[in-house]
């Protein structure tokens, strides 16, 4: 599903002529098998958010390759890339990252409409995925009328609506009390075991991190040997 290959990055600080070279990953090979929980771990600063960053194509690598699916993402134009995610990547964020005028509804139904999608196919589809989140009862609640729990729930389902084969997730349970927290865990993992989707899981909590079949940890922007568990 993804192969990384002597990856590494860094950021460029100060003006022309006074840059300061920042670097932040440092030759990061690994593989996520397809329908894998791998859960990325480390403390703030390590790399890992930054190499969720470059699977995602929001930054490119300075040196190595990416490959999803066989497709060599790290060289797709910011265009092409685009057109990946949308057709193989759901996203799920610590903050939600919700359209606040939108209801739960619209909120699921913005891929899809971005997409192109009819609206008799878009409604079968976020009817399918409501059901699947629980969240049936409060499509027409906007996202201030949402607990947290629910709020996460909405944008799990959006990163569902367009059947993606990974789904990245960022911190997905930061922002959720303990009660909440296992509940979205338990989604992620059925979602995992009924259709197959492949999770990449950047956290520093360790309870978040067991859910995963493997976890690899990292550590001043490298893979820490001996540590990455089945």
Do not use: C, W
């Amino acid at each position: 599903m993804i192969q990384i290959k002597e990856l590494s990055h860094h950021f460029e600080l100060g003006k022309k002529g006074q840059k300061t070279i920042l670097p932040v990953l440092k030759g990061i090979t690994m593989e996520v098998g397809k329908g894998e929980i791998v859960s990325v771990v480390g403390k703030s600063g390590s790399g890992k958010s930054t190499l969720l960053n470059l699977i995602s194509g929001f930054i490119r690598p300075t040196e190595g390759e990416i490959r999803i699916d066989s497709e060599l993402v790290s060289d797709l134009s910011e265009a092409k890339f685009a057109d990946f995610r949308l057709e193989h990547i759901g996203f799920i964020f610590q903050s939600f990252q919700l359209i606040p005028s939108m209801t739960a509804y619209q909120n699921i139904e913005l891929p899809l409409t971005l997409k192109g999608e009819d609206e008799k196919k878009r409604k079968e589809i976020v009817n399918r995925i409501l059901e699947k989140v629980g969240l049936e009862d409060f499509q027409d609640h906007y996202p201030s009328e949402l607990s947290g729990g629910q709020q996460q729930r909405v944008s799990i389902a959006r990163a569902l609506v367009l059947e993606p084969t990974l789904i990245l997730a960022d911190e997905p349970t930061g922002s959720l009390d303990s009660e909440t927290e296992a509940e979205i865990l338990e989604i992620i993992q059925k979602l995992n075991r009924e259709l197959g989707i492949t999770f990449l899981i950047i956290t520093h909590d360790e309870e978040v991190a067991q859910i995963g079949n493997r976890t690899i940890s990292i550590k001043d922007g490298r893979i820490m040997e001996g540590v990455t568990a089945v």
